[in-house]
């Protein structure tokens, strides 16, 4: 079944989905647009990798509508699963083969493939080309899933949490493959704990908590939002350290400028992070 979305690459009205008492998508809302790269962000539990396999066609929903690329998941052919990227948590890849003879046989899956040789560069593995599967390390094992995901070419990309495991410099060098992929138009939605990735990858954020979206926007649309005030620090002329929160740090900051006549000691400001967002979002704020 197609039916049209306003151009929006998923379009998911009040999803829901219970495991037995567990109800773990409730009334979930998404509108991510074409060319889009969206973060999904939230507690464990909060029912995101749910709505992913949903979203991939490989899990029923109880109530809702879905559309993915125009299409139903629920009633997905061949032709849509060509166009839908997915990097499996547990791929189920011949041990024996190497990257690149695997790379390989799964390009062959898809009518236009991207060029093995390319895609083993981008996710770090040219020195692990020639390995047997069975002789990668986890984090490895992690970048060749992120490389059968994005060998079709896809449309539209769904990654349940992509550089779990990964180092710090694979992790670079995934958001460096996200960004080309995102600059060639691919649509990409990916499930996330490091905020940090979030922010750096996602145009638009949406926060997920007990099975909806609680909130959802730009990362600096949602500090604008849900952020508390801002803090400014100095050192009084006796020595003393001062703290203060407001709102205007702006005006505080001219006047403590004019008071002291010029620079002020110790002056720092610190804004509310994303994180001190997510946190307050997901009723965790007690947990810094
Ligand atoms: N196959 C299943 N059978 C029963 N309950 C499940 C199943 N999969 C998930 N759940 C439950 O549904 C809820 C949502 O789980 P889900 O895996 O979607 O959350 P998540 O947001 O992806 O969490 P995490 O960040 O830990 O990956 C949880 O309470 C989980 O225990």
Same mark, same amino acid.
């Given at each position: 079944?197609?039916?049209?979305?306003?151009?929006?690459?998923?379009?998911?009205?009040?999803?829901?989905?219970?495991?037995?008492?567990?109800?773990?998508?409730?009334?979930?809302?998404?509108?991510?647009?074409?060319?889009?790269?969206?973060?999904?962000? #939230?507690?464990?539990?909060?029912?995101?990798?749910?709505?992913?396999?949903?979203?991939?066609?490989?899990?029923?929903?109880d109530g809702g509508e879905v559309s993915v690329l125009g299409t139903d998941?629920?009633? /997905?052919?061949?032709?849509?699963?060509?166009?839908?990227?997915?990097?499996?948590?547990?791929?189920?890849?011949?041990?024996?083969?190497?990257?690149?003879?695997?790379?390989?046989?799964?390009?062959?899956?898809?009518?236009?493939?991207?060029?093995?040789?390319?895609?083993?560069?981008?996710?770090?593995?040219?020195?692990?080309?020639?390995?047997?599967?069975? #002789?990668?390390?986890?984090?490895?094992?992690?970048?060749?899933?992120?490389?059968?995901?994005?060998?079709?070419?896809?449309?539209?990309?769904?990654?349940?949490?992509?550089? %779990? #495991?990964?180092?710090?410099?694979?992790?670079?060098?995934?958001?460096?493959?996200?960004?080309?992929?995102?600059?060639? #138009?691919?649509t990409i939605l990916l499930t996330t704990h490091y905020l940090e990735e979030?922010?750096?990858?996602?145009?638009?954020?949406?926060?997920?908590?007990?099975?909806?979206?609680?909130?959802?926007?730009?990362? /600096?649309?949602?500090?604008?939002?849900?952020?508390?005030?801002?803090?400014?620090?100095?050192?009084?002329?006796?020595?003393?350290?001062?703290?203060?929160?407001?709102?205007?740090? %702006?005006? %505080?900051?001219?006047?403590?400028?004019?008071r002291f006549g010029g620079e002020v000691p110790g002056l720092r400001i610190?804004?509310? %992070?994303?994180?001190?967002?997510?946190?307050?979002?997901?009723?965790?704020?007690?947990?810094?």
């Open positions: 079944m197609t039916r049209n979305t306003n151009g929006l690459a998923v379009d998911v009205r009040g999803l829901r989905k219970r495991y037995g008492d567990v109800t773990a998508v409730d009334g979930l809302d998404l509108g991510i647009r074409r060319g889009e790269v969206f973060g999904l962000l #939230g507690p464990n539990g909060a029912g995101k990798t749910t709505t992913v396999e949903i979203l991939q066609g490989n899990r029923d929903r998941p629920a009633s /997905a052919s061949r032709a849509w699963r060509s166009k839908i990227g997915i990097v499996w948590q547990d791929e189920s890849a011949p041990a024996e083969l190497t990257v690149r003879e695997t790379v390989r046989h799964f390009a062959r899956y898809y009518p236009r493939p991207r060029d093995p040789e390319k895609v083993i560069g981008q996710v770090g593995l040219q020195a692990k080309a020639d390995s047997r599967i069975k #002789g990668l390390s986890g984090g490895q094992r992690r970048r060749l899933d992120v490389a059968l995901g994005v060998i079709g070419d896809p449309e539209l990309l769904l990654l349940d949490e992509p550089t %779990t #495991g990964f180092d710090p410099a694979a992790r670079r060098r995934f958001w460096e493959l996200i960004r080309s992929l995102a600059d060639e #138009g691919t979030a922010e750096e990858l996602a145009d638009r954020l949406a926060v997920v908590a007990s099975g909806r979206v609680v909130a959802e926007g730009t990362a /600096a649309a949602l500090r604008d939002r849900f952020g508390s005030d801002a803090v400014v620090e100095w050192t009084e002329a006796d020595g003393r350290p001062r703290r203060e929160s407001t709102g205007t740090p %702006t005006r %505080t900051v001219t006047e403590l400028a004019g610190s804004r509310p %992070t994303l994180e001190d967002v997510y946190l307050r979002l997901t009723g965790q704020e007690n947990a810094r």
